[in-house]
């Protein structure tokens, strides 16, 4: 929509207590950063990101947080579908379950991943035996302890836009010959497009930034399983300026990913 | 695609209170109406009849293939029969362009891109939609939308035609135009074809047989004419009430073939299509003063009480239902038989345009 | 006072309590009462207010006694354990937390904080802690000694090098010439110690102090003396503190035959 060229054109006034709180809140987001900028070696820096312990994080963290994101589609799609057009005993409760990652602290979901997963675990013993798959200490390990936390993104989200969807134009297609799959790949999952998309990079920030089921789950091991977010951590410990570094190596990489999904990818419809 | 016609018997419970129970016949090329007014059920009967909606008791079957019987357990799921329906708001998919949505139904029926295409262009170039293809439903007008919608129906080569309130979401100047493309393709369409509607005068001019569809049960069948001259409802009076004359317009003038009437609109010509609302009109004991008023003597045929209100219907050669109060009715002392003067403002004559050429009889 | 918790939750309590401590600080900060300038007398009586030890994670169970001691002694004292891995710990005082005394797990963290000028007067050794292997009960992976470190086959955790309990670990695998296969680097000997306790680790290298106080729930496997590490655990009053006076009466309780009482009861050799 185009405004009336010149000085006459009409704007909406921004009421002041609004632009003050939001002004603050712009605030609170950018000093972080700052502080990360004003601490950066900036001269050591090519060399510390060359290091393997750099690489092998970013290269750990990219692999792992893209399958979580493919595991979350695979699953994810279908367990909204589930909750939100299929009504069956439990929907509630179950939609209160796959909800609880997103409040749980990541740690406390690494710990039941073990005491579920683990060599010990529920279902980690018999998985052992009859595959020979260790999870816990391993890459798998890690991919599912960031799919548990990210899943919940997705899931909420299709399922969101499931309802919000008029599901007439679902029968629209039963009548013009669509059999159930062919409605729900031709019809509901373009649909709902916009959302999904915006679900999936959701899922993957979440992945990429997941510590505490990793660390509790998977362990920590260099080019095994430390991502970045591990990296940091031990770092800190040890050698200030590495962390730094492999924080901005964070920032820088959200960020781009976030940019390059232009806007459009948030709209719902 | 069969030659043969729908027969439903349909039993649908849609809550506590309210149940569907219709039993209907629709012989291949003809156009019947469902008219009723909001929450009769006719959504209900259309959801039954595309499979949207399994009945409870009844049958339904289309051109001698069963395709709902809870009795001895058939159901056809919808994307089986082949009901082509037209909804109400369209439902076009907004994430496909107009050429897509067409091509929908044939590639769901396993058509490959290129057949699908071909027989979408087809019925593209009949129903005038050339140059929309790549447009989006979103950025189309109404009557484009609507054209779209019939040609998505009819490219799935259906049995059965369902059109669901097709002029209802349509501004009057739209509604008027499409109502004669749209019956022009009923007519060519072979199958049966049901048109639901509210609206009287649509079910009037496309349908040659109407049902009454009124809280869930038939009320009444018959043709358009029928159904004017002897309503068996209140409902059905209302809607009969509405007086249809068809005749020829010219500078303000309608001649009905019996009568010249005078009406408000002086630019409109050709065939067109009359209403007068039964209250409209008045009934004088002698011939009324003033001029500009359509007036005629004639006599009472039909003398018919409806509570407070009376309803006559006047002798030919141009019967006019009309209704006035009972106290008037005393008053006036009207009885069948007697001799009155009737006059009409030639603003309170609607005027629609009419394409059909043919005059109404019993059957088309 | 025993671990709260699941001990799964140890990893995320060593987090949470850094965290929580800080903030703790920020607001015991706003509203101390620390003993008056003028008040005269002993250095035992007047001492009060809170007082923030950020301590070394084995130290845990020790101090934790200690402290409930130390309160008894001094009614007026709040004690605050921070406990941590001591290189965060380390940090934390040096990126400003207004801690009063640091207890270190190794010479070297404290020998950073000294560096910095965040000692007030002279660090010392209040305790010895030597290295033990734990293994889960029952010992399933068989673990006999240092070589098996070495076993592909078996799942092997340390601590992350920078804290004490890794960089010694290392040092003396490397003295008995065992490349480890490691499995895991785990950011603290609590958590290191919690998967051991749980069976997905087979075996992993830590404080004979830790393996005592786990109980029973750990088995522990003995390092030849002579090629364990014997870790000095510095302690000291820091030039920060808000406190100082409860600090040094803090530090005056762990070198005291009751405190010393009470750490050796908790495994530690005594200087």
Known sequence: MSRP????????????????????????????FLGLLSRTPWGRLPALLAGDVVTDALRLSFLTSIAATAISLLLGVPLAWLLARVEFPGRAVLRGVVTLPLVLPPVVGGAALLFALGRRGLLGGAL??????????????????????????????????????????????????????????????????????????????????????????????????QTLPLAVFVALESDRDTAVAISLVMVAVSLLVLLTLRERWWRVP | MTSGGLRAAVVVRRSESFAVGVELEVSAGTTVALLGPNGAGKSTLVSALAGLLPIEAGRIE????????????????????????????YLLFPHLNVLDNICFGPRS?????????????????????????????????????????????????????????????????????????????????????????????????????????????????????????????PYAADLAGANFIRGTAEGGLVDTGTALLRIADEKVRGPVLLTIRPN???????????????????????????GSRVRLLTAPPTPLTIEVTADAARELRLHPGSPVWVSVKATEIGVQEDERESNSQSDR | MHRHGPHALDTS?????????????????????????????????????????????????????IETSFEAAQPGVNVVLNLGGSSALRTQILEGAPVDVFASADVGNMNRVVEAGEVSGEPRVFARNRLRIAVPVGNPGGVAGLDDFGDERLLLGLCTSGVPCGDFAREVLARAGVVAALDTNEPDVRALLTKSELGELDAGITDVTDVTSAGGRVEGIDIPDELNVLADYPIAVLTGAQNPRAGEAFVGFVLSDEGRGILAKHGFTLP
Request: charged letters at 20%; hydrophobic letters at 45%; proline letters at 6%.
């Open chain 2, 109 to 233: 029926h396993g058509a490959r891109r290129a057949e699908a295409t071909s027989r979408a262009e087809t019925w593209i170039h009949s129903l005038g939609l050339e140059g929309l293809e790549s447009r989006r439903p979103g950025d189309l007008s109404g009557g484009q939308a609507q054209r779209v919608a019939l040609a998505r129906a009819l490219a799935m080569d259906p049995d059965l035609l369902l059109l669901d309130e097709p002029l209802a979401a349509l501004d009057v100047t739209s509604r008027t135009h499409l109502r004669r493309t749209i019956t022009e393709h009923l007519d060519r369409f072979p199958g049966p074809r049901m048109l639901i509607t509210h609206d009287p005068a649509e079910a009037f001019l496309m349908a040659s047989e109407i049902h009454i569809l009124e809280g869930g049960r038939i009320t009444q069948t018959g043709t358009p004419d029928e159904i004017r001259l002897r309503p068996r409802t």
């Open chain 1, 5 to 32: 060229s010149g000085s006459r054109a009409r704007r909406r006034r921004t009421p002041l207590p609004l632009l003050v709180l939001g002004c603050l809140g712009i605030v609170l987001f950018i000093l972080p």
């Open chain 2, 62 to 89: 289309l051109g001698g293939v069963v395709l709902d019987d809870p009795q001895r357990g058939v159901f056809v799921p919808p994307e089986r029969r082949r009901v082509g329906v037209v909804f109400q708001d």
């Open chain 3, 13 to 65: 309590m060593t987090l949470w309590r850094r965290v929580s401590a800080v903030l703790l600080v920020v607001f015991a900060t706003a509203c101390r009462n620390g003993p008056s300038a003028d008040e005269a007398g002993d250095v035992q009586e007047g001492v009060g207010g809170e007082l923030l030890v950020s301590a070394a994670a084995s130290l845990a169970n020790a101090f934790a006694e």
């Open chain 1, 128 to 225: 052992e035996s009859a595959t020979g798959l260790l999870l816990p200490f391993s890459v798998w390990g890690v991919i599912i302890a960031n799919t548990f936390v990210a899943m919940p993104f997705l899931v909420i989200t299709v399922e969101g836009a499931l309802r919000a969807m008029d599901s007439r134009y679902e029968d629209a297609a039963s009548t013009l010959g669509a059999g159930p799959w062919t409605t729900v790949r031709r019809v509901a999952l373009p649909m709902i497009g916009p959302s999904l998309k915006a679900g999936l990079v959701l899922t993957w920030a979440r992945a990429f930034g997941e510590f505490g089921a990793t660390i509790t789950f998977a362990g920590n091991l260099q080019s095994r399983t």
């Open chain 2, 280 to 306: 409209a009109i008045t009934i004088f004991p002698d011939r009324p003063e003033g001029s500009q008023r359509n007036a005629w003597e004639t006599t009472i045929s039909r003398f018919e009480r409806l």
